[in-house]
C-alpha cells in the first residue's frame, strides 16, 4: 500500500513536471497555508482485521519558499471503531479505535493551469493509537485478535494506548473554489506508527479547505 502510494505521488508530480512553467500564474506565491478538512480512513496492514474504518479531522498548516517547495505540518486525528471478530474474541460488547499523527512533511508542489496544482508529500514525527473497550478487558491471554494486547500480567480499565514515532507519505490536488483566495483539496496519505507489538498502519482520504 505504502509503495503503490508513493507510486502514485511520484507520477502525478512527474505528469505535472512539464507543465511546470504555464502553472506559474494558476498558483499563487503565498508563503503560508493552512488547511482544514475530514473524510474517511482505511486500516491497513496486520492492523486492519481488528481496527475499523472510521472518519477523519485534518489540520494543517504550511511555509512555502516559493511556489514549489515548503514544509507542512499535520494534526491528524482518525475516529474509528474494532471490528466484530476482535471484540467477540475478547468478550467485549463495543469498542473505539482513535489514532492521532502529528507530521513535519517536505512537500514539493508543481502548479497547474487555471489554479490547480499537484503536490506530494513524505516525512515523520508521531503516531498514537487508543483503543477503548466497554467494559475492562484482561489481557495475557492467547488470541490470534489484537496481538499487541498480549502482555501477560496486565489488566486494562478499558483504555490501551500506545504511542511511538512514525512517518507518512502522499500527496494531493490543490483546486479552484468559489471563495477566492481559498481552494479546495483531494489529499490521500499512508501514516504508519511503529506501536508497540504491532505496528499501526492507515490511509486518509481528505477533502477540505486550503488558504
Not at 475516529?79 to 502529528?102: H, K, M, Q, Y
Not at 473554489?177 to 506508527?193: C, D, N
Request: net charge positive; no cysteine.
Amino acid at each position: 500500500m505504502m509503495r503503490r502510494l508513493l507510486r502514485a505521488a511520484l507520477a502525478l508530480t512527474a505528469l505535472g513536471a512539464p507543465i511546470l512553467l504555464l502553472g506559474q500564474e494558476g498558483e499563487p506565491a503565498r508563503h503560508l497555508t493552512l488547511s482544514l478538512g475530514g473524510g474517511y480512513t482505511t486500516p491497513t496492514g496486520a492492523v486492519a482485521s481488528d481496527i475499523d474504518h472510521g472518519g477523519n479531522f485534518v489540520l494543517s498548516s504550511g511555509y512555502f519558499l516559493n511556489r514549489h517547495f515548503g514544509i507542512t505540518g499535520t494534526f491528524l486525528f482518525s475516529d474509528g471503531g474494532i471490528t466484530r471478530s476482535a471484540l467477540d474474541a475478547l468478550n467485549e460488547p463495543a469498542g473505539t479505535a482513535r489514532i492521532f499523527a502529528v507530521t513535519i512533511d517536505p512537500t514539493i508542489r508543481v502548479p497547474l493551469p487555471r489554479g490547480f496544482a499537484l503536490y506530494a508529500l513524505a516525512g515523520g514525527g508521531y503516531v498514537g493509537r487508543d483503543l477503548h473497550f466497554e467494559k475492562p478487558v484482561l489481557i495475557g491471554f492467547s488470541t490470534k485478535h489484537m496481538p499487541f494486547m498480549l502482555m501477560p500480567g496486565y489488566a486494562s480499565n478499558g483504555s490501551i494506548i500506545n504511542n511511538s514515532g512514525g512517518f507518512d507519505v502522499g500527496g494531493g490536488l490543490n483546486m479552484p473554489s468559489p471563495w477566492k483566495p481559498a481552494k479546495l483539496f483531494l489529499e490521500a496519505r499512508f501514516v504508519k506508527g511503529f506501536t508497540s507489538n504491532l505496528n499501526t498502519a492507515v490511509v486518509p482520504l481528505t477533502v477540505g479547505v486550503r488558504w
